[in-house]
């Protein structure tokens, strides 16, 4: 018998719930039609969560996809980000958003990275500290929170740049959106969160998109577990996560899969602490650095964006990992 659909949510601190489980739509199929069949197939098999953002392209779709599956609006959780040629205009980004997916309101408005550019056609890298600002995009997203807006959030923020947006912050985010699987738990950084009152979403929880280098579904360790609990390596991982109070949201178009992956089992201790360890005894490896649209070398330096590591926080000036 597989296990039984999750229903868990995680209570934001605005008092919302965000489910534990939803479905993501990056890098999703170029056939649309394919597409929205996969987000209505997620939301009738008990999924109450789409994630997306402008930078995927495929917002219209989600919004289609929300519009024709017979699932009232009000019981979806609609997650988008916008991209860091919005950051001197969030208002606009917002607008752009809802008029693309055709709804009325997004439940959680996401920073997708820290890092901005200058708007549209030029997309000028800026440095960390030109304007403008995360903290002066920030500022501007607390004006949006509203009918049309219900809650807002960053992406990618490690706590040494949510340190630097707390400081200067009126509202608190209500989610933190972060590249989190078993070679870069984040053992530092979720705590933290919890600490501040943030919701951690984890993506990427199942080792990114190249299957054949992917030791989260193929390691023994993994696959091991797996079997003890008759689900898949990709399951195991997602079940990690919810136990460690992380909000998921895996990517498939498969329907076996989609189903599949809002089935969780609660791991035992000592698996926990396993995968806990992975970073150590088998790899540690960010696979954002891999993401070619943001990942850049400046003056000889490998940034994201024209941010250094240390600029990101995700390591301290001897190239040690904070995170």
């Not at 040494?160 to 707390?166: A, C, R, S």
């Not at 919890?194 to 984890?202: A, L, P, R």
């Not at 136990?243 to 998921?248: K, P, Y």
């Not at 943001?294 to 990101?312: F, K």
């Amino acid at each position: 018998m597989s296990p039984p659909i999750c229903t868990k949510t995680f209570k934001l601190n605005n008092g919302l719930e965000l489910p534990a489980v939803g479905l993501g739509t990056w890098q999703g199929s170029d056939d649309s039609k394919a597409m929205e069949d996969s987000v209505i197939h997620a939301l009738n098999s008990g999924y109450r969560l789409i994630d997306t953002a402008q930078l995927y392209g495929v917002e219209d779709v989600v919004g289609r996809a929300i519009r024709n599956s017979g699932v009232p609006r009000e019981e979806i959780t609609v997650v988008t980000k916008f991209w860091g040629e919005w950051h001197h205009d969030p208002a606009t980004a917002l607008q752009i958003s809802l008029d693309t997916m055709g709804l009325d309101y997004i439940d959680v408005f996401l920073m997708h990275w820290p890092w901005a550019t200058t708007p549209a056609p030029e997309k000028k890298v800026l440095k960390k500290w030109e304007s403008p600002t995360f903290i002066e995009t920030w500022k501007s997203m607390e004006k949006l929170v509203g009918p049309k807006c219900r809650s807002i959030g960053v992406s990618n923020f490690m706590p040494k740049v949510m340190d630097e947006l707390l400081k200067e912050a009126t509202i608190v985010p209500a989610v933190n959106q972060v590249e989190l699987h078993a070679f870069n738990p984040n053992l530092n950084l979720v705590p933290y969160c919890k600490e501040k009152g943030i919701v951690v979403t984890s993506w990427s929880t199942m080792g990114g998109s190249r299957p054949s280098q992917n030791e989260i579904l193929n390691h023994e360790l993994f696959t091991s577990i797996a079997k003890a609990h008759g689900i898949s390596a990709g399951v195991v991982s997602l079940s990690w996560c919810v136990q460690r109070g992380i909000a998921v949201i895996p990517k498939s178009a498969k329907k076996e899969r989609i189903e599949e992956n809002i089935r969780l089992v609660t791991l035992t201790e000592e698996e926990m602490n396993k995968i806990n360890e992975a970073h150590k005894t088998i790899k540690k490896e960010r696979f954002s650095n891999g993401i070619a649209v943001q990942h850049m070398e400046i003056d000889g330096v490998m940034t994201q964006q024209g941010w250094t590591y240390v600029d990101m926080g995700y390591e301290d000036e001897n190239g040690n990992w904070l995170a």
